[in-house]
Structures are given as structure tokens and as C-alpha cells.
């Protein structure tokens, strides 16, 4: 399974790998457990994959925040655990419908989509709206992906306005997870699951997807020290490169400018057409070729942009984060989430959409007053 699935299964280099578990089938197995808590109905949606894993971290969550109450900061290893939140599916459907369902209703206003938008919400005409000519123009981010349940009801959504255009049920899915669907996030093993939901969820339509070789397009940042010498590169590529240092910290907030997305995309394109047989250059390549690609996600081109946040007050953050978060967002600085909308607003393109879960305190505390006038 590593070859069609990598983000989930390594490779196996030794056969002992291979064995089981002696207590696998016992009764005090996981399995068992599994089995006996969950109720075969409820293994149908892959929706179940998200809950099994809040609870998989709760143990670890409690610790941070009993931590945190003893006035530890959160290290950049514990935010996963004390800010992911698994998001229930009305309020995903509510934001997915809201942002990519409304930008297709306005591009295309005889649609059909608009009677299995339960949660859509009419509004006034909009005047400036955001043009799309095909599905497969539309792009959409949750920057904190946690394990995909909002990048899981974005694919149906997108299957039913491919549908809607006549593409075939066969190809519709290697569209969407080839041209439509992207997540970030900083824990590991969230960024794997939320690959392995889409995944699953393209199966349901297409049994060939994985010998098609198409990948979803979630990763999982990763600390980069990149070494740009000998390339000539941009001031703005260069101090975009210096903040993956503590991409782990930092995670989508990580700023780049929308004017390096071409510089970014002629240098993946140098490395993809001239590898170096060097064994130290070539190493040195795949490590600029992971700091591209991290960058490339980060920049500025999403036509939507639906998260749920982290939630983190200053108080919380470790001396790297508040210090980035005071210089990067004065105006949103108080929490994590007020950051996320600044930041979701960067990442989409003019007059997109942002759909986010967020604490009601941004729209009447003093401290928010500078992010209310901006917004």
C-alpha cells in the first residue's frame, strides 16, 4: 500500500514489518475495542475517521492545557493536540455551501446545486462576484486541515457541480483531487488521515483511482533549513524560505507574497526537468523542492478558503509564535483565530471566499477594533 497510498504506509524494508501483532485478534485487542464501540452503520462514512482521532489525542490535549494552567506554553510539538477540534458536519456543510456553493450559484444562477444546499443561505445579489468558467478553475484551501472533514463534503459538493457539467463519474474524481481540493496542516498524522478521507471518498466513485497515481493534495509542513546558495532568488522568495525553519510553529500563517508564485513554479520546473546526479546537489535540490512546495501551497490563489481555526490566546503561545504573531498581525494578535481570518484573507484571491468557525469576541472587543476596520 505505500506505493498508491504514501502519505499513509512507508515502505517495508525488513520483513519482520510484516507480522502481526501476537494480541491482535485477542479480546483485549484494539481491535476488539473498535468493534465493540462502534456501530457497523457508523463505519460507512469516513467522517468516523476524524472522531477516532480527536479521541486518539485527548489524553495528550488534557495534558497541555493542565500544563498551560500552570503557565507552560504551548511548545510548537503540542499545538496539534491543544487546538484541533473535530468539526461537526452541519457547521461543514454550512461554510462549504456558503463559500463554494455560493461561488457557484453566482456564476452559474440556473444551477441545481441550490436544492441539496441545505444550510445555503440566500442573500442579496452580490455586484463584484468572483468569475469561474469551469469546475476545474475553482480552488479551495483549509489551511487547518486536522484529519479533511471539510475537504471530505468540498469533494461532494465539487462531484455534484462537475456532474452538473456533464463530466463523466470515472474522471470527476481525479479532477477534484488533481485540480480542486488542497490542505495544510502541522501535525503529521492529522495531514495523512485527512489524505487517506479523500482517498476513500474517490474510491466510492472510482475503483481505479489509486493505479492512476493521483495523489490528494494535502501535506504536512515540516521544518526546512533551506540553502538557496548558488540560486538566484528573490528577497521576498528568500525571507519566505527563512521562516520554514519553524514551519512546525508557525504552519499555514508562514507569509508569502503573491508576486513569488511564478518564481516559485520556474524552480520546482528547473528541479522536475534537470536532477542533478550529484548525490549532495540532489539533496540539497529535493530540500528546496520541499521548501517550493510548502511555499506554493501558502501563496495567495484560492478562489475559498473554509477552516476551523486554532483557538490560542497570547498567553498560550510559545516566545517564537507570539513574537511572529505580533509582528505579522498587530491587528489580530489576541488569539489564534482572529490571526486565521487575517491570514484566510491573504491566502484567497480578490473578492474570494472565506468560510471559518470563529469566537464572537473579534466583533466587539477593543483589541479587535484595527481587524474590524480591515475586514
Known amino acids: 500500500m505505500a506505493a498508491p497510498m504514501p502519505f499513509l504506509f512507508e515502505k517495508i524494508d525488513d520483513w519482520a514489518a510484516l507480522l502481526l501483532p501476537q494480541d491482535l485478534l485477542s479480546e483485549e485487542s484494539i481491535i476488539t475495542d473498535i468493534q465493540k464501540a462502534i456501530l457497523p452503520e457508523d463505519t460507512h462514512d469516513v ?66 446545486l441550490r ?17 469561474v468558467s469551469s469546475p476545474e478553475e475553482i480552488k479551495l484551501i483549509d489551511p487547518c486541515c486536522g484529519s479533511g472533514h471539510i475537504l471530505v463534503y468540498a469533494f461532494d459538493l465539487l462531484f455534484s457541480i462537475y456532474e452538473e457539467e456533464g463530466f463523466s463519474p470515472r474522471e470527476i474524481p481525479r479532477l477534484i483531487l488533481k485540480n480542486n481540493l488542497y490542505g495544510i496542516d502541522i501535525d503529521n498524522r492529522a495531514a495523512s488521515l485527512a489524505a487517506f478521507a479523500l482517498t476513500m471518498k474517490a474510491l466510492e466513485k472510482d475503483r481505479g483511482i489509486l493505479e492512476a497515481g493521483i495523489l490528494p493534495n494535502v501535506i504536512s509542513l515540516q521544518n526546512v533549513e533551506v ?46 526537468a534537470a536532477p542533478s546526479s550529484d548525490l549532495n546537489t540532489q539533496e540539497k535540490q529535493d530540500t528546496l523542492s520541499l521548501a517550493l512546495t510548502q511555499l506554493e ?32 498581525y498587530p491587528d489580530s494578535k489576541s488569539d ?35 481587524l474590524r476596520n480591515k475586514i
Open 47 to 112: 467522517e468516523i475517521i476524524g472522531w477516532l482521532y480527536q479521541y486518539y489525542i485527548s489524553e495528550k490535549k488534557d495534558e497541555v492545557f493542565a500544563a498551560l494552567k500552570k503557565n507552560k506554553k504551548i511548545t510548537p510539538e503540542n499545538i496539534p493536540a491543544a487546538t484541533q477540534l473535530f468539526t461537526p458536519e452541519w457547521i461543514v456543510r454550512y461554510m462549504v455551501e456558503n463559500s463554494l456553493g455560493r461561488l457557484w450559484l453566482n456564476n452559474n444562477p440556473a444551477s441545481h
Open 115 to 131: 436544492s441539496q444546499m441545505r444550510y445555503f443561505v440566500e442573500t442579496d445579489p452580490e455586484q463584484d462576484i468572483l468569475k
Open 227 to 272: 540553502d538557496s546558495t548558488g540560486l538566484k532568488v528573490s528577497a521576498e522568495l528568500s525571507a519566505s524560505f527563512a521562516y520554514l525553519k519553524d514551519a512546525k510553529n508557525l504552519g499555514s500563517l508562514i507569509p508569502v507574497s503573491q508576486n513569488i508564485l511564478p518564481e516559485i513554479q520556474a524552480l520546482k520546473e528547473e528541479f522536475r
Open 297 to 328: 501551497y501558502l501563496s495567495p490563489r484560492y478562489h475559498c478558503v473554509v477552516t476551523n481555526p486554532p483557538y490560542m490566546g497570547g498567553k498560550g503561545m510559545n516566545p517564537s509564535l507570539g513574537s511572529f504573531v505580533k509582528k505579522q
Open 336 to 370: 489564534l483565530f482572529a490571526v486565521f481570518m487575517e491570514k484566510g484573507l491573504e491566502l484567497s484571491v480578490r473578492t474570494g471566499y472565506l468560510g471559518m468557525i470563529n469566537q464572537q469576541s473579534w466583533m466587539f472587543l477593543s483589541s479587535y477594533e484595527k
